[in-house]
């Protein structure tokens, strides 16, 4: 379960996919097809570390997630609450 995730386009659909798939740290005993935040779901590994550094160890370069859809219906996020300038404007318009 990526985060940022294509599926997650507005901040109801975040707090919805967050709240079905992960606790946070600390904060209470997983359970329930649920994980902690920043692990890996033990249940998508049956074979524990050991797959775990298995799958890793075929990756050569470097691993990007990109959804490019990620809180896309999120109006003006980009610039709301930032200091725009002529090249910020650029970059997030």
């Not at 507005?10 to 946070?24: I, L, P």
């Not at 997983?30 to 902690?36: A, F, L, Q, R, S």
Request: aromatic share 12%.
């Amino acid at each position: 379960h990526c985060v940022p995730n294509d599926h997650v386009r507005t901040w109801k659909d975040y707090d919805e996919f967050f709240s079905r798939h992960f606790t946070n740290p600390g904060t209470g005993k997983p359970g329930d097809g649920k994980v902690e935040y920043g692990h890996v779901v033990t249940e998508e590994f049956p074979g524990g570390v050991a797959e775990v550094k298995e799958w890793l160890s075929r990756v050569r370069g470097n691993l990007v997630e990109m959804p490019l859809k990620f809180l896309i219906d999120v109006p003006d996020i980009a610039i709301e609450g930032l200091q725009l300038n002529s090249f910020t404007q650029e970059l997030y318009t």
